[in-house]
């Protein structure tokens, strides 16, 4: 149903791809704005017919009047439509270059946004870096997941090393990083592929920090520290929901 779902969005959606590319070619702020609202709305369709309820805390952590990177947790796939349906306002994801091969899911992704990372080539990783502090600074918000795949272990906190670069957009910017914790989301489809099951999610964003205002080792070592931050997030969150449960 979630498949048929996508492709009867993506088939038919053409048309309107190519009524917001021509939108952009006007005014490209329109396009982003039209082209966010559309996408939210089919994403919110699918965690609707996944039976996916969603919890959102610390939605007044997010600064109002700039644009931030977004690092958060990576679990599934669905953390992306998690996330892209509770951001306030412009913001693009780091995809991986593989997902360029899908052309019109490509044209759907670029004009919300979304910038596409090879891993494999350092020239190419640094251009999309420095397109991400474009959009920063343009007033569009940056979503990463610092991992840089999604992480298996079966306990949540013990994440997978982040990336030291991954943060150098915020560095480098000097826009606020919000950390962001994510539960639940593998209990939707990653844990008993390929079938899909309701679930609980939760995501919580935490308070904004400035690379430039941290401690010197701390500055050194930003991947690192963000890490903690949100594993001490997503400790909050499980010792909240088994305080509900007992």
Not at 44 to 52: A, D, E, H, P, Y
């Amino acid at each position: 149903m979630i498949v048929i779902s996508l492709f009867c969005f993506l088939g038919p959606g053409f048309p309107l791809l190519a009524a917001q590319n021509s939108l952009g070619k006007k005014d490209p702020h329109a396009r982003d704005v039209e082209s966010l609202k559309i996408v939210q709305f089919m994403l919110s369709f699918l965690l609707r017919i996944s039976g996916v309820k969603v919890r959102v805390l610390g939605k007044e952590n997010i600064p109002k009047d700039t644009a931030v990177l977004y690092v958060g947790n990576h679990r599934s796939y669905y953390d992306i439509l998690v996330g892209y349906t509770t951001v306030p306002g412009l913001t693009g994801f780091v995809a991986k270059k593989e997902m360029l091969r899908y052309p019109i899911l490509r044209g759907w992704m670029k004009n919300v946004n979304c910038l596409f990372l090879d891993r494999k080539d350092l020239k190419a990783a640094m251009k999309t870096i420095l397109e991400g502090i474009e959009k920063i600074k343009s007033g569009i918000s940056i979503w990463i997941f610092p991992e840089g795949t999604r992480n298996s272990n079966t306990d949540i906190q013990d994440m997978l090393p982040f990336k030291e670069g991954s943060l150098k957009i915020a560095e480098k910017s000097g826009c606020p990083v919000v950390p962001v914790a994510i539960v639940g989301t593998a209990e939707i489809f990653e844990t008993h592929m390929p079938f899909v099951r309701p679930a609980q999610v939760t995501i919580m964003y935490g308070k904004p920090f400035y690379i430039k205002e941290l401690e010197p080792e701390q500055r050194k070592r930003s991947g690192s520290y963000t890490r903690q931050v949100i594993s001490d997030m997503l400790r909050q969150i499980q010792e909240e929901e088994k305080g509900e449960q007992e």
